[in-house]
């Protein structure tokens, strides 16, 4: 049995996206369809919407979708129809990384999130008119009312959870609370500096007050940011003015970061932030940056201070785990992630797209149909 359903599909890089009506295929014996309930609109959407990722098209996009089970595929018996899920990114399963439970480093991570179909090539989704549209972006393209994912997309939650609210777990808020409790480890007492805090950002402010950082430092361009930062867990909330980041740290009298993380991709800051970390300072990369780019650093100042410069994806996590981890520190009031979301209707996709563009809005969630 197929499904009908509307999609938002792109079909060209200069065209916006637009709500059409789809055939979704039923799952395969390792899938799993969901009904989506809400899906968050993240920047790395737009990356792949303005071509700057090796996305195929037509395509659905969106990867941070939750909702309810409707089917599963005859292997899977540990889900069922009803039950609530957050989604997530793909992996293989298999190679050295999934093996060792880093999925976030799956050796087929393009090709199973970013080539829009499942990895033989096939898609799920199909126009009305019968040609067939590029899915799985992100193993969901969930700008849907209806996604079809491998099991290991899809995270079981408590059924008491606002479902249409969780999908930024799976991607925005697991990337940057991730990158502060995964891959940076962050110690009691130690400072660290958030450089941009939307979704990401602010999610990693919130992880540096759960890890215990005594000066946890936000720095960005908009005022109701850095309001928002300092109401969630900053000691810090500076304005991004044009000194330099090395200068901002040091004027509010930490001598040296003992850990960084960007979210911005912007060259320049990240390059002054490395300048600005402390002997055995870390950072963590965890932009979309351009194709190409390039970081310039003094090997001798990481050299002689044993520091770190690590790309973190995901937040070095396994779903699997990390979301139910995220949503106990949620429900003990450590992580609420819902003060950074705003809600639009499905149809009025552009209009959020367009005010999380323009920093109007920190976490867009698209709120699906009945």
Same mark, same amino acid.
């Given at each position: 049995m197929n499904y009908p359903a509307q999609a938002a599909v792109l079909r060209g890089q200069s065209v916006p996206m637009s709500i059409e009506p789809v055939i979704i295929a039923k799952p395969r014996f390792d899938e799993v369809l969901v009904k989506i309930a809400g899906v968050g609109v993240c920047h790395t959407d737009m990356v792949?919407?303005?071509?700057?990722?090796?996305?195929?098209?037509? !395509?659905?996009?969106?990867?941070?979708?939750? =909702?309810?089970?409707?089917?599963?595929?005859?292997?899977? @018996?540990?889900?069922?129809? =009803?039950?609530?899920?957050?989604? /997530?990114?793909?992996?293989c399963g298999q190679c050295?990384?999934?093996?060792?439970?880093?999925?976030?480093?799956?050796?087929s991570w393009v090709p199973l999130n970013f080539f829009g179909a499942r990895a033989d090539g096939s898609t799920a989704i199909t126009a009305a008119g019968g040609e067939p549209v590029h899915s799985?972006?992100?193993?969901? /393209?969930?700008?849907?009312?209806?996604?079809?994912?491998?099991?290991?997309?899809?995270?079981?939650?408590?059924? @008491?959870?606002?479902?249409?609210?969780?999908?930024?777990?799976?991607?925005?808020?697991?990337?940057?609370?991730?990158?502060?409790?995964?891959?940076?480890?962050?110690?009691? =007492?130690? /400072?660290?500096a958030v450089i941009g805090v939307g979704a990401v950002g602010l999610a990693a402010v919130m992880a540096a007050r759960i890890a215990g950082a005594s000066a946890i430092v936000a720095i960005d361009?908009?005022?109701?940011?850095?309001?928002?930062?300092?109401?969630?867990?900053?000691?810090?909330?500076?304005?991004?003015?044009?000194?330099?980041?090395?200068?901002?740290?040091?004027?509010?009298?930490?001598?040296?970061?003992?850990?960084?993380l960007d979210t911005t991709g912007v060259v320049p800051?990240?390059?002054?932030?490395?300048?600005?970390?402390?002997?055995?300072?870390?950072?963590a990369l965890v932009a979309a940056f351009a194709p190409g780019a390039k970081v310039g650093l003094d090997?001798?100042?990481?050299? /002689?201070?044993?520091?770190?410069?690590?790309? !973190?994806?995901?937040?070095?996590?396994?779903?699997?785990?990390?979301?139910?981890?995220?949503?106990?520190?949620?429900?003990a009031g450590k992580l609420p992630f819902d003060r950074l979301i705003k809600t639009y209707p499905f149809e009025d996709i552009l209009t959020a797209i367009a005010d999380g563009e323009e920093g109007r809005v920190v976490k867009p969630v698209l709120l699906m149909p009945d």
């Open positions: 792949m919407r303005d071509g700057l990722l090796p996305i195929p098209r037509p !395509v659905v996009l969106g990867h941070e979708g939750a =909702g309810r089970v409707l089917a599963v595929g005859s292997a899977i @018996d540990d889900l069922a129809p =009803g039950d609530h899920v957050a989604l /997530s990114f793909s992996s050295p990384s999934c093996d060792l439970r880093e999925p976030a480093y799956c050796h799985h972006v992100f193993g969901q /393209s969930s700008f849907a009312t209806h996604a079809v994912v491998h099991r290991r997309n899809a995270v079981k939650v408590d059924r @008491d959870l606002p479902i249409e609210l969780l999908g930024p777990l799976g991607c925005g808020i697991m990337t940057g609370a991730g990158a502060v409790l995964n891959a940076l480890k962050v110690r009691p =007492g130690s /400072s660290i361009r908009h005022p109701s940011r850095i309001a928002l930062a300092r109401e969630l867990g900053a000691t810090h909330a500076v304005a991004a003015d044009g000194r330099d980041i090395a200068e901002i740290i040091a004027s509010l009298g930490i001598a040296g970061l003992d850990y960084a800051l990240v390059e002054q932030t490395i300048s600005a970390l402390a002997p055995r300072g870390e950072m090997a001798t100042h990481v050299m /002689s201070g044993g520091r770190v410069i690590r790309g !973190v994806v995901e937040g070095s996590a396994d779903p699997q785990t990390f979301i139910p981890q995220l949503l106990a520190y949620h429900r």
